[in-house]
């Protein structure tokens, strides 16, 4: 069974700075993207950043220049560092990632979601 096991997330001073981590676990054949959502509440979720494979990266206007994901296939990890934060950074975090993986007898690629971590950035 395929986790996605994340940490790093925190109660921050505006300005200040975080850095989310996540490991993809389980029977994985290969992972396509990897990358991180988040929910304000009351508000829709949100695509913060995405690694598709090789360099290319995408990021929420908002976020571009303050926050910067990396990713380590090695590990099967992705990470986030988030500087200058807001309080509108404030939110829960999830990591998710699209990856192919051993099911039975077959391979089968899905999108998978982390548990979700708290973000706080306030005074």
């Known amino acids: 069974q395929v986790q996605l096991v994340e940490s790093g997330g925190g109660l921050v001073q505006p300005g200040g700075s975080l850095r989310l981590s996540c490991e993809a676990t389980?029977?994985?054949?290969?992972?396509?993207?990897m990358g991180w959502y988040r929910q304000a509440p009351g508000k829709e979720r949100e695509l913060v950043a995405v690694?598709?494979?090789?360099?290319?990266?995408n990021y929420l206007d908002s976020v571009r220049g303050r926050f910067t994901i990396s990713r380590n296939n090695a590990k099967k990890a992705v990470y986030l560092q988030m500087t200058n934060l807001k309080p509108e950074d404030t939110a829960v975090y999830y990591c998710?990632?699209?990856?192919?993986?051993?099911?039975?007898?077959?391979?089968?690629?899905?999108?998978?979601w982390g548990q979700g971590t708290q973000v706080t950035v306030s005074s």
């Open positions: 389980g029977s994985i054949h290969s992972i396509d993207s």
């Open positions: 998710n990632a699209i990856l192919t993986s051993y099911g039975g007898h077959a391979l089968v690629t899905d999108r998978h």
């Open positions: 690694h598709t494979g090789g360099r290319r990266v």
